[in-house]
């Protein structure tokens, strides 16, 4: 089914760890981003891509890390692991903007992140 | 600053009534607009879009009103189902802004049956 996967769906890490999340969609979508959600704070940017090969920062990118060396996968890093960072996480991508298409944004079912 | 905000917070509804989630923005450029609907303990899923030059759109039992002079956004549920409930975005975004969105806070929409 074509959509947004993200792995792993929950995970608890330790204080200081680092852990990869993965993201993967197979729409040929331009353009992902990583979100975190949180109660009563909505939906917070952390980094964005308009491509493979470019990324840039959201509203809250610190202690964040990503890459995107394909059109398909936009992982998002952990570096040192806090529990500031307990969150749920979520992957979205979209349509190349002027094709027509609604540009509305497709999400992944979330990633469950407790550090402890 | 730029920002989306929600009229209410939680609003309950019977079944088979219509429903009316309300939204304001603060950023004149913004160009494009979406609603989200998110259940428990899934994403965000796309509803409805509109664009600044529309003043309506309507979709399958939705409807999104824009209203560009005072900078509201509406999305009205008719006949309300139990599968509606659900915590409902708005968002907005601008040609200017790399195509970011910018969030709303969010609705809670209970539906009593």
């Known amino acids: 089914n074509a959509g947004v996967t993200q792995t792993p769906k929950f995970q608890v890490l330790k204080t200081g760890q680092s852990m990869t999340l993965q993201c993967a969609q197979d729409?040929?979508?331009?353009?992902m981003s990583w979100y975190r959600q949180d109660p009563g704070m909505g939906l917070r940017l952390i980094h964005y891509?308009?491509?493979?090969?470019?990324?840039d920062q959201g509203e809250v990118p610190n202690g964040y890390n990503v890459s995107r060396s394909t059109t398909e996968d936009f992982p998002l890093r952990l570096l040192s692991a806090a529990p500031s960072q307990t969150s749920v996480y979520f992957c979205a991508s979209s349509p190349p903007r002027g094709t027509g298409a609604n540009y509305g944004y497709t999400f992944g079912s979330g990633t469950r992140l407790t550090v402890v | 600053g730029e920002s989306v905000g929600l009229h209410l917070p939680t609003l309950s509804v019977q079944e088979g009534d219509n429903s009316i989630i309300n939204c304001a923005y603060s950023n004149s450029a913004s160009d494009y607009f979406i609603w989200y609907k998110q259940e428990s303990g899934k994403g965000p899923q796309f509803i409805i879009d509109?664009?600044?030059n529309m003043d309506k759109r309507q979709g399958q039992r939705v409807t999104v009103l824009l209203n560009k002079t005072v900078k509201h956004l509406s999305l009205q549920i008719a006949a309300t189902q139990p599968g509606d409930s659900a915590v409902y975005f708005c968002a907005e975004s601008n040609a200017g802004n790399n195509r970011k969105l910018i969030w709303g806070l969010g609705t809670s929409l209970a539906v009593n049956p």
């Open positions: 891509s308009v491509g493979a090969g470019i990324t």
């Open positions: 729409m040929n979508h331009e353009y």
């Open positions: 509109i664009r600044s």
